[in-house]
Nanobody, 123 residues
Framework: VQLQASGGGLVQAGDSLTLSCAAS????????MGWFRQAPGKERELVAA????????YYANSVKGRFSISRDNAKSAVYLQMNSLKPEDTAVYYC?????????????????WGQGTLVTVSS
């Protein structure tokens, strides 16, 4: 699976931003998907994950209630809607495809990675 993330940019605190990830190469609906982020000097962390159907999702506590993950299997795409952005959300965001179709919360459960898109939130 090849993944291409897009939609990052520079926004102000409180703004919203939607990240998109386009997949190609294999049957998209076979894979659970996730969004990770890595801030400068920090380890990469899972932000949100979704199962193959889109009916089950996981959110990190730090983004719960502000971020929403969704997918469109017909378009082979996964999205991350980010609302009420905070400066601490500043990071490179990566989309990833899991090795299985379920919600996957462990990084080792992901086998395919996009190139990352930078989100910068100014205060």
């Amino acid at each position: 699976v090849q993944l291409q993330a897009s939609g990052g940019g520079l926004v102000q605190a409180g703004d919203s931003l939607t990240l998109s990830c386009a997949a190609s190469g294999r049957t998209f609906s076979n894979y659970g998907m996730g969004w990770f982020r890595q801030a400068p000097g920090k380890e990469r962390e899972l932000v949100a994950a979704i199962n193959w159907s889109g009916l089950s999702a996981y959110y990190a506590n730090s983004v719960k209630g502000r971020f929403s993950i969704s997918r469109d299997n017909a378009k082979s795409a996964v999205y991350l809607q980010m609302n009420s952005l905070k400066p601490e959300d500043t990071a490179v965001y990566y989309c990833a495809a899991a090795l299985h179709a379920v919600v996957t919360t462990m990084e080792r459960g992901y086998g395919y990675w996009g190139q990352g898109t930078l989100v910068t939130v100014s205060s």
